[in-house]
């Protein structure tokens, strides 16, 4: 996930020097927490430390990190050493790793796939997979069937599968969902994606139907990401949590992506124009056979084996059975022996920022308790497994809690850290969902800076992360960071410069560690997190969802959503 002091006022970060922003930063920023009367400590963030914790994580040395890989062992031993270190226990029983059981399915790069009369060429034109134990794919003439966004949502009068038995055949699907196309209609959550919006909704619901098959067709603008990362992270070994026989029979054989452009052409061959069915699908629900068959012949392998979380706690000094949960995955993607020249996908920015940003949080708590300053709720940080397939190792841990869900007060999810110097506003992704959220704008306050919804809220940045897997429990979770406004000009040239050279790093290669990052930004925004998280530890407070948000249910709040 991509997320993206004016002045230096007290409590704010000592590090308003005059270095060039295009320079890394020397400094240790110290912050007092305004809202804990036990906070007369300054809490110093070392930029030294924070900077190599990335640099290690991201090194070629740990082969990008991938599940289940000689670079999980090495991740593991670190991210251990250094939790021990602080003096945080294993809260596993005493153990720091919690298995999550894993398969690894394989897809060959040797795949034989038309539609109609129309060849396809892998990882080109189309990326397909399997999540089924059984050798392989062999599909013959199984007819194509577009169900525009594939949704079923009573609660917006919406069904895309309506009249349609779908055994036996395979579904073409818009990404996004239909606000996005038609942002002031009224439907969905406008420009802001629903969680009907994205690809793992999408391959569920065409389960559910019954379907054989599920393929959707890959926008940039509405999936918010280009081609190339659905190549990049949809080939090769492709990671899912273990589960029983019954629920993986019921998955669809074949799921995958296929381009705009290969996807008009299949359309235009059966007679259809894919522009005006895409306007269709968005004005109301609609599914339209089309003429042509699918035959997708490919073999598939699978391999079991458990990857795992890092948990480790600070236990609280009055209520130790309360938890607040920090969250960040260490995996990425690993490497790609097919490619030529650079092979690894390092996941500087994604996620070995984010990872190194809780083990920075957790050593101030850790340092604070050690000075006579403990919270009086445990905190917890949940270093997960296999978000970039699917939030598999929270997804796990929501599923197999080591400490009870009514028992988790708020999750602080990072994933990608501020690269890019320090902001007047601040990002919040998916904002006015929940109470927690109002403990980061008080931690603002004494950055003199402003709380603010996401950019591209069509992205679902909030689906896109770990936080969502507990938030689907009800448990306050939050994803933010950076923000849009650099504090100066020196700033905003250099946020331009270094935006050019991460262009198209997502999920590739080039995402790499660069000495020449300003991380002022990144220290600015965990200072953040371990006010709010501070604060939140030391009262007695139970944040909830503001009603009207899909949680609500779940764990309500009391108080309303804050204004923009």
Not at 195 to 215: C, M, N, P, T, V
Not at 240 to 249: I, M, N, T
Not at 298 to 323: C, H, I, M, W
Not at 482 to 493: L, S
Request: a negative charge.
């Amino acid at each position: 996930m991509r997320l993206l002091p004016p002045v230096c006022a007290l409590a704010l970060l000592s590090a308003c020097s005059q270095q060039p922003a295009n320079t890394p930063t020397t400094v240790t920023p110290e912050v007092k927490t305004a809202a804990n009367s036990l906070a007369n400590t300054p809490v110093s963030f070392d930029e030294a430390r924070f900077r190599q914790d990335i640099k290690t994580l991201s090194s070629d040395e740990f082969e990008g990190r991938a599940p289940t890989t000689k670079g999980e062992t090495l991740t593991l031993n670190f991210l251990t050493q250094a939790f021990k270190e602080m003096g945080l226990v294993g809260a596993n029983h005493g153990d720091y790793l919690q298995a999550v059981p894993m398969v690894t399915y394989t897809a060959s790069e040797q795949q034989t796939i038309s539609f109609g009369a129309l060849a396809l060429e892998h990882r080109k034109d189309i990326v397909l997979g399997s999540r089924h134990d059984n050798g392989g794919v062999d599909i013959a003439n199984a007819p194509l069937v577009f169900v525009g966004y594939g949704i079923n949502a009573p609660e917006y009068d919406w069904n895309d599968y309506q009249d349609i038995d779908m055994h036996g055949k395979v579904a073409v699907i818009l990404v996004n969902d239909p606000g996005f196309a038609l942002p002031d209609s009224g439907k969905f959550n406008g420009k802001a994606m629903t969680y009907y919006g994205r690809w793992d909704y999408k391959f569920s619901e065409a389960s559910k139907q019954g379907a054989l098959g599920a393929i959707i067709v890959h926008d940039t603008a509405p999936a918010s990401y280009p081609w190339s990362v659905v190549e990049n992270s949809w080939t090769g070994p492709q990671q899912d949590l273990v589960v029983d026989k019954a629920e993986q029979d019921k998955h669809i054989e074949v799921e995958g992506w296929i381009t705009l452009d290969v996807a008009t052409k299949v359309f235009e061959k059966s007679g259809l124009t894919l522009s005006d069915l895409m306007n269709r699908a968005a004005s109301g629900p609609m599914n339209i056979p089309l003429k042509q068959t699918a035959n997708i012949q490919f073999s598939n392998t699978a391999s079991y084996a458990n990857s795992f979380n890092v948990v480790a706690t600070l236990p609280g000094k009055d209520r130790p059975d309360e938890q607040v949960l920090f969250s960040a995955h260490w995996d990425h993607i690993g490497k790609d022996e097919s490619k030529d020249g650079d092979q690894i996908y390092n996941g500087a920015l994604d996620n070995a920022s984010g990872t190194a940003g809780i083990l920075e949080i957790a050593r101030q708590f850790a340092n604070q308790a050690k000075l006579g300053q403990p919270l009086s709720r445990s905190v917890t940080f949940i270093a997960t497994t296999g978000e970039e397939q699917g939030l598999l190792g929270s997804r796990f841990y929501a599923a197999n809690p080591i400490y009870p869900i009514d028992k988790s007060v708020a999750v602080f999810n990072l994933d990608s850290t501020n690269i890019y110097g320090r902001t007047l506003d601040y990002t919040i992704v998916g904002k006015g969902k929940s109470e927690l959220e109002n403990y980061l704008v008080d931690a603002l306050k004494t950055q003199n800076r402003v709380a603010k919804g996401e950019s591209r809220p069509e992205s679902g940045g909030f689906f896109r992360s770990d936080h969502f897997s507990f938030a689907k429990l009800g448990i306050p979770a939050v994803f933010a960071g950076g923000g849009n406004e650099p504090i100066d000009e020196a700033t905003a040239q250099y946020k331009v410069m270094m935006k050019e050279k991460m262009k198209g790093c997502y999920h590739n290669t080039c995402d790499e560690y660069r000495e020449d990052w300003d991380l002022s930004g990144a220290l600015q925004d965990l200072a953040i997190y371990y006010s709010a998280a501070e604060t939140l530890a030391n009262s007695q407070d139970w944040p909830g969802y503001f009603a009207g948000t899909e949680f609500h249910s779940l764990r309500g709040a009391n108080t309303k959503a804050l204004s923009e």
